[in-house]
């Protein structure tokens, strides 16, 4: 039975030397990143320019954060837009890039039931993994307010295992977001809740902090052992040195909003500079030209595929990137 | 008969002093820029987000630029979004702001009865005009080759009758975009065609140039006389001062593609910054925070509503913006 | 100030003979027949067509079943589809007609946020009105099990509060639905809620059973008295006289399901007919033919348009409706 | 290295016997159809409830009709749903089905870049082919107008190698659909541009007629010899015995619309007697009773899940369905 590979589930490495490993897709890449003994990083984006940025820099794996996705639409990150409008900004994503993209899922978008059938979809646009964490649909921003309430673990740990029975894909990930910490639930709890959603099924667990420091999270470590990969978004213990995070034996660190926030702060300058200089004539050289914007946008690709498929004719369209 | 005012329709100038100016809506207000005799300004944005900066930063007017709103979206501005793809992206940009939006309509999308559709839609959301071009679909980026077709003259004339025919808004404006001197037709085809396109009902004409000189700007500008109003969009001739616009009698400047290659700009910077540094520790200080982000996006208003909607209960959700 | 006015807000009644009596948009239609002291009579549509149809027959308004429309996309009632595909299937469906729709919003698709947003959009849309019912998201359609838990009630005020502070339409209604009686919460409990709910803003109150006699709801009417309009579903009551709901003052009956049941039987015999007899020959004659779908979607009004909008060429689009 | 196998792409034949046929995905379960000496047969669904309604009846594919899908939307067959709502409703019919699906692609909704698009995302949905003809975006109906202008061949020869190379499932078919004989350009025409497609590499050619007897349609199979698989719509040729198909050869028949009409005339038909009779008394014996509609959307499957993933509470839904 042949496989349906879309494009994106290509090979992500080709194989050059001899010998060479393993061609992996996306969903198995994904799957590395959490196991592998490195510590991997994975670099936020919000919509399919992000992404490709992501993934031109070097990056192995792409968060595509709720937050960020919910800020670019112009909306608050507290389920405003819909699953399925959501849902059309990572297709966007995917189909921009080739390296895997682990999505946040929110809650899952309300019960099991939901949890299903956004796996499914994911697993059709290619996306290799979700996090899905244990709060209530409508979700609130887990750096908002002090004692949000958790999910009943028994009901979660259902959306995991109807999750995990859903993947079209043997190598999806569901990543499950312990928010205990944050709801001042305290570390035993943490840990109870790690444990049985591990059980029910998640390929990794993330713990979640909105301390300064990430005393809390080193300790989750030490506690929790090597039981399953464990994924972490240092926000707000920034100032962490990472190298503390790997020897925990982190598995993934999540750079989780930061994409989105420099855009914020390019876009106000370059906003602020033109409406007060009513001229474009001092920035111009400052900025990426427009064959760039082209050029990451895969304009040659295109300009290729026309000498292929269209008929010759006088006048056809022709750019020269190189000019 | 009541009006279907929409929230983003609410007058946008508040009366606090007497005598006051008429209160506009987002209609009026784009059809006041366009007939002004003070040289107007409009700032592209791609997403609610960037439409809500430019806001902010004091503009009085949105372009929603299909070139940015495609790179965007990580596609080429080929049409590959489709049309209803392309009206959701406006959509969020239109709820996110309450000044008015000229939407880049491409070639309109099809024939004279696409044109009517997306007229009919723009009303209804809220958008106040829409440009559309003298070529055909697909479109291709009027900076790519350089000879491309254009649209039968007549032809191009039913679209802006059908759009003007359908507009469910008196206020809403359509700007014919003249293509004929990129196309390398001259002057005197270019002055044909906007006659043409303004008796067809056209509320103002786009004269466009790719030349590095605003010599053929100009010049259309001469000839033209005030017929009506003419909006140009300087990417090219960028180091032309603004002052000879304003001179020459051009109503609107298009500042069309900056906040997304600012965008561009600033985040393969911190991309490559996190990458190469594999931590935030250096960074942290030059983004804008979380809680701007919240902040941009209105969390204190849901903040407020929350108070006015929900029960009282424990542990209800506030943030402390000033924090 | 100009109004915003779509296509379907247009008065749905010409004024031809003097004295004429005032014309009404469609917000202000569905208001008015939810007031009258007449008996009203809404009708089940799922799509564009079946609108349509429920239109030409005569209808005043539209009935835009929750449950028909999760049948015809082939999803279960169980909030499987989004909000907004919900929302595009009513953006057909009032685009298609222009008499006035009340929209099944199951529970208003999450918290009261969720509800502002449904509200908003369903006005922009041209929709008159929604029906939101007190239960949790995901929903699960009333007729499925015995003890479905109810929303709390001041939680459930407050969705009605923040739907009725968000119309961007005066005349919009909001017809809070109570489920106490099918949930076997009593009488008492379902008076308690409908007053609540009421003074929360309610325009209306759907009081649904499911029992085969309508026994509780007529003793809810002698109850309830005449405080606000009163709407039923006798799908499961049919066998009662109408003329009993006349008696009892109750201001609308929903016909809720029986053009997507016509379309379940109907399509059954045709495909099964077909796939027996492997030939069209014997029910062509049974059908409305290709034409009559070319005339419910509007081809004549198209093949005006073309003559209008489109430049004379040989060859063009023409097709006899009569022929 | 693993498939992305979706729910719908499981195999549609279980292997109960031995020894048992070669276990078929969609995929190749529409090729084979194509392929098979057997005269094939395409039954029309234009959403997800009568694209269940074919597959229970027993039919081996099915087609998704551009008019039917528009006409059930309330638009008409003139591109006025855009190519991605489209490709929504086609997803809806592809997740509510087993057996395999060919899509009325229009035109491949613009030049041979839109087709790319197009064909994979037809190939993520689980959508097993596509047909698409050669003429113009926008599209018009086949059957209105005498004379439509068609696609360049060369054009048109582009869109089907484009999409070919694109198809990111092996087996995924493009059916070319000639629309020679339509537009008046004789029998010679139409030999020339099937020849011509199916050397771009179509897997089939539509051969498509107006005239209410088969002739041209038997008399371009004798020319055509076996060169590749033909596909027929008799729709208006429908008094044709399906023997005389057979016996030319054809490979496969698509019963077009039947579907939609059958609903149109069953919805007209309940609709009007509701409204003349006021009552739903007469007629709820001759429908499906709602728990078939929840048969058909299967909530068995959501009970049993409900048990599997829920923890267990008091009340918990259940629904007899043999009740």
Same mark, same amino acid.
């Given at each position: 039975?042949?496989?349906?590979?879309?494009?994106?589930?290509?090979?992500?490495?080709?194989?050059?030397?001899?010998?060479?490993?393993?061609?992996?897709?996306?969903?198995?890449?994904?799957?590395?990143?959490?196991?592998?003994?490195?510590?991997?990083?994975?670099?936020?984006?919000?919509?399919?320019?992000?992404?490709?940025?992501?993934?031109?820099?070097?990056?192995?794996?792409?968060?595509?954060?709720?937050?960020?996705?919910?800020?670019?639409?112009?909306?608050?990150?507290?389920?405003?837009?819909?699953?399925?409008?959501?849902?059309?900004?990572?297709?966007?994503?995917?189909?921009?890039?080739?390296?895997?993209?682990?999505?946040?899922?929110?809650?899952?978008?309300?019960?099991?039931?939901?949890?299903?059938?956004?796996?499914?979809?994911?697993?059709?646009?290619?996306?290799?993994?979700?996090?899905?964490?244990?709060?209530?649909?409508?979700?609130?921003?887990?750096?908002?307010?002090?004692?949000?309430?958790?999910?009943?673990?028994?009901?979660?740990?259902?959306?995991?295992?109807?999750?995990?029975?859903?993947?079209?894909?043997? #190598?999806?990930?569901? &990543?499950?977001?312990?928010?205990? +910490?944050?709801?001042?639930?305290?570390?035993? $709890? @943490?840990?109870? /809740?790690?444990?049985?959603?591990?059980?029910?099924?998640?390929?990794?667990?993330?713990?979640?902090?909105?301390?300064?420091?990430?005393?809390?999270?080193?300790?989750?470590?030490?506690?929790?052992?090597?039981?399953?990969?464990?994924?972490?978004?240092?926000?707000?213990?920034?100032?962490?040195?990472?190298?503390?995070?790997?020897?925990?034996?982190?598995?993934?660190?999540?750079?989780?909003?930061?994409?989105?926030?420099?855009?914020?702060?390019?876009?106000?300058?370059?906003?602020?500079?033109?409406?007060?200089?009513?001229?474009?004539?001092?920035?111009?050289? #400052?900025?990426?030209? &427009?064959?760039?914007?082209?050029? +990451?946008?895969?304009?040659?690709?295109?300009? $290729? @595929?026309?000498? /292929?498929?269209?008929?010759?004719?006088?006048?056809?369209?022709?750019?020269?990137?190189?000019?």
């Amino acid at each position: 039975m042949r496989s349906n590979l879309n494009a994106t589930e290509n090979p992500i490495a080709s194989t050059s030397a001899t010998p060479s490993p393993p061609v992996l897709n996306r969903f198995q890449a994904l799957r590395q990143l959490l196991l592998s003994p490195d510590l991997s990083f994975l670099m936020e984006a919000h919509n399919g320019l992000s992404a490709k940025i992501v993934e031109e820099t070097g990056f192995q794996g792409i968060w595509a954060s709720g937050l960020s996705i919910s800020a670019s639409l112009g909306v608050r990150d507290n389920n405003e837009a819909s699953w399925t409008q959501f849902l059309e900004v990572l297709e966007f994503m995917a189909d921009a890039t080739s390296i895997p993209m682990l999505v946040d899922g929110d809650t899952g978008f309300g019960n099991f039931n939901n949890v299903r059938r956004l796996v499914r979809k994911l697993c059709d646009r290619g996306v290799a993994g979700v996090c899905i964490e244990d709060k209530l649909f409508p979700k609130t921003n887990s750096f908002i307010g002090d004692h949000q309430p958790l999910a009943d673990m028994e009901e979660f740990c259902g959306r995991i295992r109807a999750g995990k029975d859903s993947q079209t894909n043997d #190598d999806f990930s569901i &990543v499950a977001r312990v928010e205990a +910490l944050i709801a001042g639930q305290g570390m035993d $709890e @943490a840990l109870r /809740r790690a444990e049985a959603y591990h059980a029910a099924g998640a390929d990794a667990i993330l713990i979640h902090s909105k301390r300064s420091s990430a005393a809390e999270i080193l300790s989750f470590m030490e506690h929790w052992g090597q039981r399953c990969p464990v994924v972490i978004v240092p926000t707000m213990y920034y100032a962490t040195p990472t190298e503390a995070f790997r020897e925990a034996g982190v598995s993934t660190v999540i750079w989780a909003n930061h994409n989105i926030r420099a855009a914020i702060s390019a876009m106000r300058d370059v906003t602020g500079r033109i409406h007060r200089e009513q001229s474009l004539a001092g920035l111009e050289r #400052d900025l990426p030209t &427009v064959k760039d914007i082209f050029r +990451l946008t895969g304009q040659d690709e295109l300009n $290729e @595929a026309e000498k /292929r498929y269209l008929p010759v004719r006088t006048g056809a369209h022709a750019i020269i990137l190189a000019a």
